[in-house]
């Protein structure tokens, strides 16, 4: 059973900063992406940034420049989001997710069960 468990949200003024972690267990396989996805009240669940197991990255246009995505060299199943120059917008509930394709059928997703990040002005 795999499970992704998040840490790092917090309350942070505009132009700070925060560290999210996500750390996946249950799993010896390497996931084919990792990554980072928020939601805002009344959003969709949107891609913030993600990995690949090649070190491939790509983010959002709203957070280039501001944040930035790295796993962990040793088994590639901790994923790590540095949030840097936060704004309110950023304020949303982040999940960390897993995915993994297969040759036939669609991905297998795994989700974190979210951590708050709040900006203040």
């Known amino acids: 059973q795999v499970q992704l468990v998040e840490s790092g949200g917090g309350l942070v003024q505009a132009g700070e900063s925060l560290r999210l972690s996500c750390a996946a267990s249950?799993?010896?396989?390497?996931?084919?992406?990792m990554g980072w996805y928020r939601q805002a009240p009344g959003k969709p669940r949107d891609l913030v940034a993600s990995i690949d197991k090649n070190g491939g990255t790509n983010y959002a246009d709203s957070v280039k420049g501001r944040f930035t995505i790295s796993s962990d060299n040793a088994t590639k199943n901790t994923v790590y989001l540095q949030m840097n120059g936060l704004k309110p917008e950023d304020t949303a509930v982040y999940y960390c997710n897993a995915r993994r394709t297969r040759a036939v059928g669609v991905p297998l997703d795994y989700w974190g069960q979210g951590t708050q990040v709040t900006v203040s002005s």
């Open positions: 249950g799993s010896s396989l390497r996931f084919t992406t």
